[in-house]
């Protein structure tokens, strides 16, 4: 199923990081990606915004974020109804999934780029 419209939470446009490789990945399969980071920046035709844009139609939030820097998006993210969040490794957050799960919002503790590779995504 193509063209799942994801948010990259904590994107960066410095190639070495694990959220442009994600960026990447996911354009080349032709999803939609609209990503948040602390810098104005542009990775492959993305603009990185640094507010909490209130995005339409998001179906997957994938996160860069460690716990503490995670719990100023809490009420962002469940605003957006999204069906998933991917926490990346690093990002794990127990007390987070608690409140997606209260909110019907998936939580899957996974590689976003190992998901797309293995066509699990």
Same mark, same amino acid.
């Given at each position: ?8 939470l ?6 070495a ?11 080349a ?6 990503a ?6 542009? %990775?492959?035709? %993305? ?10 139609n ?14 100023d ?16 490794p ?9 409140l ?6 998936k %939580? ?14």
């Amino acid at each position: 199923m193509r063209n799942k419209k994801t948010l990259v939470l904590g994107a960066s446009s410095n190639p070495a990081r694990y959220s442009y490789m994600a960026i990447n990945s996911l354009t080349a399969k032709e999803h939609s990606v609209v990503a948040i980071g602390q810098r104005e920046e542009e %990775v492959l035709g %993305v603009k990185i915004q640094t507010k909490q844009i209130p995005f339409t139609n998001i179906d997957t939030v994938t996160l860069y974020l460690n716990p503490s820097r995670q719990r100023d998006y809490y009420n962002y993210i469940v605003s957006l109804s999204p069906k998933r969040v991917i926490f990346n490794p690093g990002t794990e957050n127990p007390e987070f999934y608690q409140l997606l799960k209260l909110n019907n919002i998936k %939580v899957e503790v996974a590689c976003t780029l190992v998901m797309l590779s293995t066509k699990q995504y």
